[in-house]
């Protein structure tokens, strides 16, 4: 970044030199926004003695002062300030000075502008700056020069050194200055950022090279040296990256991170990241003040500034989005902000803080006085009894601004009517039937259709299961095998969980096939519809009898269920998916006791996420079933004894496995009003 210089000669060029004039920048730049005014005038020169400083004089305007183009001239010493379109309205052509350091100031003007000449009394060094409607020219003591000579001595680099950024993947080359006011500027150059420090070269001690790979930012090598009077410090980068260099008083910051990829818009991204328009500032030991006007002034933005925002910054920045450069320089100056609209206040933290505990304070003041008013609101879909034990759990937040009731607010329920009955004050009440409004609202249905069918124990394979979840390997497409039992096993089988990626109705026709070709059997398709989040549950099988003897009732029979029972809580994701946690348990009839049959029971719990329409399949449940068939010839075979030698008995023992197709559908609102 290099400070604009303009040189500008106007009469005999051999008695001129051109002239580097120490403007504040940030002063320029408010002015620039002013120029061509219509009807600017300069209304008024005052010069003042200013004790141990050196002299003043003051330019009055009838409005915000244009920039001036400044020279200097020699033998005579003089300074000339020429304001573009602006006239004079003074009566006097020449006004006396009478100090050490000027002698006298004339005035003239044309159609096309104002000129000021100062009579120096010899050539010294000088500033400018604004106060209102007042354009000041400081020229200073010999004794100031002096200082402010030394002051610009003490320059160049104390630091150097590499860090790793807050934001992921962003490098930051830190460079600690001995004073504000060093020059320094920065361009990128192919994959380096140049960062030189001009006229100052770097101390021996600083000139070296960081090799930063290990940190895994765009940023590779960080070179340190010297190139004549210059100090060189060059940034190597990998990639395509971006780049931002910004000065907060003595410390210069080159951040890099990756250059983003485009991808789609996603409004989430608006809540962290910077997205106002770009600006290059560089100010030089500028008024904060002056520097908020200057954004204000760029942005359109009602900036307001509390009359403790003092002080002066330097601060350079190059293409920083102007809302990240405004923080900037308040985290610079230990300030906050606060917006409301399209006003932005800003004052130290410390008052924002005293202003909002204040505040908080007004409002539970205010609560405590404000008149109350009660409410009846009959709900549709949500159930009173949950928003009044939903008000409950958040009693612990009483007294504060963000609870649901105030401190004299009173809620109640009526089952009856479903309504609710809320008593508070009007801001209180509103918010409430703000939040009721939000929950009463109908819950999303999901259908679970569920087909059980007894199979051969390969039938599972061919309709093509995806046996995801079972300890061996699966070489079908779908969900890779991830090692994990989902059920104990035992005699009885060992539960296992699989996905059948095909449609509902390829499925129906598979089983029907199957169940025609003898290799399966439905034994049930139940449906049942519930809510999202609510649990839904499916139950089928028998009741077995159980005797117990006591010496008061005798001998009674009781009954205990030997079911498959499934229960279902399906979950609608936001991206339409469904989320189901799976509770089966098959209970089969075992041994016989004195007391009855004995029951034995296999569980399986677990949590699986499928595609609206997608079937989940639970198997590993195997059934024995005993056959006993007889043929024989007729009559002769029921003959005793010897009918044995016409018929043939024939026994067989064969094993089937039970499975369970499970299907989620989530069922829209037109769908639902129509059925």
Not at 45 to 58: K, S, W, Y
């Amino acid at each position: 970044m290099k400070n604009a210089v303009k040189r500008s000669f106007i009469g005999d060029n051999r008695n001129m030199k051109p002239f580097v004039h120490q403007f504040s920048l940030g002063v320029i730049a408010v002015a620039m926004a002013q120029v061509a005014q219509a009807g600017m005038t300069v209304t008024n020169i005052v010069p003042m003695q200013v004790a141990g400083q050196g002299t003043e004089i003051r330019v009055m305007f009838n409005g915000l002062p244009p920039q001036p183009q400044a020279y200097q001239l020699d033998k005579p010493s003089r300074l000339i300030l020429d304001f573009d379109k602006a006239g004079q309205s003074l009566q006097k052509t020449s006004i006396p000075v009478g100090t050490s350091e000027a002698s006298s100031v004339d005035i003239s003007s044309d159609l096309q502008r104002s000129r000021l000449t100062v009579n120096l009394n010899k050539a010294g060094d000088f500033t400018t700056r604004v106060e209102g409607n007042t354009f000041i020219l400081k020229i200073n003591s010999p004794a100031q020069t002096a200082k402010a000579v030394a002051k610009a001595q003490v320059q160049g680099a104390a630091d150097v050194r590499f860090n790793r950024g807050s934001k992921k993947d962003e490098g930051q080359v830190v460079v600690d200055l001995l004073s504000p006011n060093t020059p320094v500027d920065v361009q990128q150059r192919g994959s380096k950022v140049v960062i030189r420090l001009l006229g100052n070269k770097l101390p021996t001690s600083l000139v070296r090279r960081l090799n930063v790979t290990d940190f895994a930012t765009p940023v590779s090598v960080v070179d340190a040296y010297n190139d004549g009077s210059n100090g060189v410090i060059e940034v190597q980068n990998t990639g395509n990256f971006d780049y931002m260099a910004f000065q907060a008083e003595k410390r210069l910051t080159v951040s890099v991170t990756k250059k983003a990829e485009p991808k789609q818009f996603d409004a989430r991204s608006l809540q962290t990241n910077y997205k106002g328009k770009k600006i290059s500032l560089d100010f030089q030991d500028i008024e904060v003040r002056r520097v908020l006007q200057l954004l204000a002034d760029f942005t359109g933005t009602n900036i307001v500034a509390a009359d403790t925002v003092q002080g002066n910054i330097t601060l350079r920045l190059k293409d920083v989005p102007w809302d990240q450069a405004l923080d900037l320089i308040l985290k610079t100056k230990n300030l906050d902000k606060r917006g409301s609209g399209d006003v932005i206040w800003i004052a130290p933290s410390a008052e924002i803080a005293k202003y909002e505990e204040d505040q908080a304070k007004a409002y539970q003041q205010s609560i405590k006085l404000a008149p109350l008013q009660t409410e009846y609101i009959q709900l549709n879909y949500a159930r009173a009894k949950d928003v009044l034990n939903l008000v409950k759990n958040n009693e612990d937040k009483k007294n504060t601004e963000n609870s649901f009731l105030s401190e004299r607010g009173r809620i109640v329920t009526d089952d009856r009517t479903n309504t609710v009955v809320i008593s508070d004050t009007a801001d209180k009440v509103n918010q409430m039937k703000n939040l009721l409004s939000q929950l009463d609202v109908p819950v999303q249905q999901v259908m679970v259709e569920a087909r059980i069918v007894r199979t051969s124990k390969t039938f599972s394979h061919e309709i093509g299961v995806n046996w995801s979840f079972s300890k061996t390997s699966s070489t079908s497409t779908g969900v890779n095998n991830f090692g994990i039992d989902l059920g104990t096993t035992t005699s009885y089988g060992s539960m296992s969980l699989g996905l059948l990626r095909v449609g509902s109705n390829l499925l129906d026709l598979k089983l029907a096939a199957s169940q025609s070709d003898g290799e399966s059997e439905v034994l049930s398709t139940p449906k049942i519809m519930t809510g999202d989040k609510q649990e839904a549950v499916i139950r089928s099988g028998v009741q077995l009898p159980y005797q117990t003897t006591s010496a008061n009732s005798g001998t009674t029979t009781t009954f205990q269920d030997a079911v498959l029972e499934l229960k279902v809580v399906p979950s609608i994701t936001p991206d339409g998916k469904v989320q189901m946690k799976l509770n089966l348990s098959k209970d089969t009839q075992g041994e016989l006791t004195d007391a009855g049959y004995a029951i034995n029971t296999n569980k399986l719990n677990t949590n699986v996420l499928v595609s609206d329409g997608e079937t989940v399949v639970l198997g590993g449940l195997y059934e024995d079933t005993t056959s006993k068939t007889i043929k024989k010839v007729p009559v002769l075979g029921d003959i005793p004894y010897v009918g044995g030698l016409f018929k043939n008995t024939l026994r067989e023992n064969t094993k089937g496995e039970l499975l369970m197709f499970i299907t989620p559908r989530i069922v829209n609102d037109s769908s639902s009003r129509n059925h």
